[in-house]
Nanobody
Framework: QVQVQESGGGLVQPGGSLRLSCVASGTFNNIYTMRWYRRPPGEQRELVATITDGDDKWYADSVKGRFTISRDNAKNTIWLQISHLKPEDTAVYLC?????????????????WGQGTQVSVSS
């Protein structure tokens, strides 16, 4: 069984910072691209940042220069350092990972989601 779990959310003032973590656990062969999404209240989910297993990174224009995605393959973990937070960054932040899970007759690559961690930016 493969699981993805986020942590690190909280309530911060505008201009503050947070570091979100996402850990994959279970029985699998490889983790490929990992992503951070966010879902603002009453809005649709949006892609925020991605990182490949080769450490190639991509950011949405709305977060460039403020968010930094990083990864430790040995720990099956990615982080999202979020700085200079704005009220419009308030959202549930979700981790998604493409994982080659082991099956009874081999393996399969699937996308796995965590439950999300709440980030609230307010004075």
């Amino acid at each position: 069984q493969v699981q993805v779990q986020e942590s690190g959310g909280g309530l911060v003032q505008p201009g503050g910072s947070l570091r979100l973590s996402c850990v994959a656990s279970g029985t699998f062969n490889n983790i490929y691209t990992m992503r951070w999404y966010r879902r603002p209240p009453g809005e649709q989910r949006e892609l925020v940042a991605t990182i490949t297993d080769g450490d190639d990174k991509w950011y949405a224009d709305s977060v460039k220069g403020r968010f930094t995605i990083s990864r430790d393959n040995a720990k099956n973990t990615i982080w999202l350092q979020i700085s200079h937070l704005k009220p419009e960054d308030t959202a549930v932040y979700l981790c998604n990972a493409d994982i080659q899970a082991r099956t009874s007759d081999g393996s399969i690559v699937k996308g796995y989601w965590g439950q999300g961690t709440q980030v609230s930016v307010s004075s």
